[in-house]
């Protein structure tokens, strides 16, 4: 079974500083996806990222990047010039492309971003 | 606004009663999943319907059903509900079976309190 992990329950930033979250998965599949969504206090879910899995190429969308490591089984998200709407929670989650579409999560790593 | 509609957006009921919770995919999308966040559960899928049929199932007891109409929309169904079903029920939709790493959108989810 796939697992996801994220080690980090809690990370601190200052604003307009980097910060890194982490991300772990388990598979033994080659054709997956990944993603990070951002859960802020209203608790929408709401994408930020999603990586292909067949693809070498590092996804970017404005401030947010990702470091996608396959052999290692690593994803983790990078966060720029972190703003007070950053605070959240952040979930990474994957998906196998095959059969069975659902999305499993990570535990989730709180985001504070202090002014 | 991920065009995902869930009502109602909190219920509270007693032990061993049966809810019904509803969701309204985006415009245009076939699939709908239901998911569930607990605290000690983390985010866990429950259910895909595709156009109608069941798709795929994940950690759902047998005490919850699930079905989705020719609208489209779907209702999650809770019944003999106990304290440890107290969490944040979210429908998330996609435009088709959930293959090839499309996004699922979520909506706002339903806060269940069981006393």
């Known amino acids: 079974a796939q697992t996801v992990t994220q080690s980090q329950p809690e990370m601190s930033v200052q604003e307009a500083e980097t910060v890194t979250l982490s991300c772990t998965y388990d598979?033994?599949?080659?054709?997956?996806?990944l993603f990070w969504y951002k859960q802020p206090p209203s608790r929408q879910m709401i994408l930020v990222i999603r990586q292909e899995a067949y693809k070498q190429q590092n996804a970017t969308e404005n401030r947010f990047s990702v470091n996608f490591q396959k052999a290692a089984k690593s994803f983790s998200l990078k966060i720029s010039d972190s703003q007070l709407g950053d605070a959240a929670m952040y979930f990474c989650a994957y998906r196998f492309s095959a059969a069975g579409n659902k999305l499993t999560f990570g535990g989730g790593t709180r985001v504070l971003v202090k002014p | 606004d991920s065009g995902v509609t869930q009502t109602p957006k909190h219920l509270i009921t007693a032990t061993g009663q049966r809810v019904t919770l509803r969701c309204s995919p985006r415009s245009g999308d076939l699939s709908v999943y239901w998911y569930q966040q607990s605290l000690d559960q983390g985010l866990q899928f429950l259910i895909q319907y595709y156009n109608g049929e069941e798709r795929a199932k994940g950690n759902i007891l047998e005490r919850f059903s699930a079905q989705q109409f020719p609208d489209l929309h779907s209702e999650l169904n809770l019944s003999s509900l106990e304290l440890g079903d107290s969490a944040l029920y979210f429908c998330?939709?996609?435009?088709?079976?959930?293959?090839?790493?499309?996004?699922?959108?979520f909506g706002p989810g339903t806060r269940l309190l069981v006393l």
């Open positions: 598979t033994s599949e080659s054709d997956y996806y």
């Open positions: 998330a939709s996609s435009v088709a079976r959930g293959h090839r790493g499309e996004t699922q959108y």
